[in-house]
């Protein structure tokens, strides 16, 4: 079966620092990868997906086969980046989600 | 109307009760999903609808039973529930495979309390 891997809970860096937010799959197809955020009290939302290969709020996501890997980065953090982040794996035309256990990101000023 | 609307917001409810949570999206999505999610955990799949039939169980017990009457809403009754089923239950809403695929939009969840 699929399985996401997020190694770190905490990432804790300081405003305009590098961020990588690491994800691991297993999986031995094609997968379809996402990443989802979740600001303080607000609802889960799609950041991005691997099939577009966008840039969104600066964060890009470039999935490696060879790694099994789908890191998130961004070469300048924000404040308001400060979030829990999810990387997703997706079934079913990337409709059916499973998620890893996340990241929270703090981002000091 | 881009949101997805889950009632109540929160809900304390006894082992013998009967309850619902009610979920309602008005995007035109075909696939409503329920997620479990417990603190400090990520969400965790429960049941999925396709069409307005249940396409997915994820070998959820039978106390929770859900149901989708047409393709806006989504409810998930809740009978003889424990202790341990207490967390925040999300539904989600995704547009039918081929437009947006992987761009599941939650509700902001209900979060359960079970005495």
């Known amino acids: 079966a699929q399985r996401v891997t997020q190694p770190e809970k905490l990432l804790s860096v300081f405003k305009g620092a590098p961020v990588e937010l690491k994800c691991n799959y297993s999986?031995?197809?094609?997968?379809?990868l996402f990443w989802y955020v979740q600001y303080s009290r607000q609802r889960l939302q799609l950041l991005l997906r691997h099939i577009s290969r966008e840039s969104i709020k600066g964060f890009t996501a470039d999935l490696n086969k060879g790694e099994t890997s789908f890191h998130l980065k961004k070469p300048f953090a924000q404040e308001e980046d400060s979030a829990m982040y999810y990387c997703a794996f997706g079934n079913n035309a990337g409709n059916m989600l499973t998620f890893g256990g996340g990241t929270r990101l703090m981002v000091k000023p | 109307d881009t949101e997805v609307t889950q009632t109540p917001k929160h809900l304390v409810m006894g082992m013998t009760n009967k309850k619902s949570l009610k979920c309602e999206q008005h995007?035109?999505?075909?696939?409503m999903y329920w997620y479990k999610q417990k603190a400090k955990k990520p969400p965790e799949l429960m049941f999925v609808?396709?069409?307005?039939?249940?396409?997915i169980n994820e070998s959820v017990p039978s106390r929770f039973s859900p149901e989708c009457p047409n393709s806006s809403l989504l409810n998930l009754h809740l009978h003889a529930l424990q202790p341990e089923d207490s967390a925040l239950y999300l539904c989600?809403?995704?547009?039918?495979?081929?437009?947006?695929?992987?761009?599941?939009?939650f509700g902001e969840g209900s979060r359960l309390t079970v005495l």
């Open positions: 609808y396709s069409y307005e039939k249940l396409s």
């Open positions: 989600a809403s995704s547009p039918p495979p081929g437009q947006g695929a992987g761009e599941l939009f």
């Open positions: 999986y031995s197809g094609s997968p379809e």
């Open positions: 995007m035109g999505h075909r696939a």
